[in-house]
């Protein structure tokens, strides 16, 4: 899914230019080191405003249940258990990745990261003002029929072998 989202601090919207590169996630996240369930957007200062909380938080895995009401996009950060994916998520599971958005003008750096940098809000917000260029927000969605599995034993493991989801990862 992509959208244009300047948030405050920039209007203009910038088209990815052509060489450009960037990757979203980490390879090497195993779990959300902040506090579950997320605090407020409106208290997203501090270690919450820093692009490590960011980036975790651009992570999500939201239980589908179209006879239930809907979760928010990037509402859990990690990939639930068996158990709780046949207890509660009778359509299945989307995880969720979010792209960062602002940029330095850089077609790409060493660790394809570097040059990009999320919002005060991963969605929304304003840019970090190293990153003053504002990017089209690109949120990336898989739904997994992870129903289809209700009550046979087993894990839902990504594979690269994470269990949690916390290593999503994703490059444009």
């Known amino acids: ?20 590169q960037m990757i979203a996630g980490d390879v090497n996240q195993r779990n959300f080191t902040y506090p579950v369930p997320d605090v407020e957007k409106s208290a997203w200062t501090g270690e919450f405003a820093d692009q490590k909380f960011l980036r975790q938080a651009a992570v999500g895995f939201n239980c589908l249940n179209y006879g239930a009401a809907a979760e928010g996009t990037l509402y859990r950060h990690f990939l639930p258990d068996k158990a709780f994916l046949d207890a509660n998520c009778k359509d299945g599971i989307r995880a969720e990745l979010m792209f960062p958005s602002c940029w330095n003008g850089d077609l790409t750096s060493e660790d ?13 917000g304003n ?46």
Not at 1 to 20: R, S
């Open 1 to 20: 899914m992509l959208f244009p989202n300047p948030g405050d601090a920039e209007k203009k919207v910038h088209a990815f230019p052509e060489g450009f």
């Open 127 to 172: 840019c970090p003002k190293e990153f003053p260029k504002r990017l089209v927000s690109m949120l990336y969605e898989t739904i997994w029929a992870t129903n289809k599995y209700a009550g046979r034993n087993g894990q839902f493991v990504l594979s690269n072998g994470d269990p949690t989801g916390m290593s999503h990862i994703l490059s444009w």
């Open 112 to 124: 394809s990261r570097s040059h990009v940098a999320y919002p005060s809000q991963v969605m929304t």
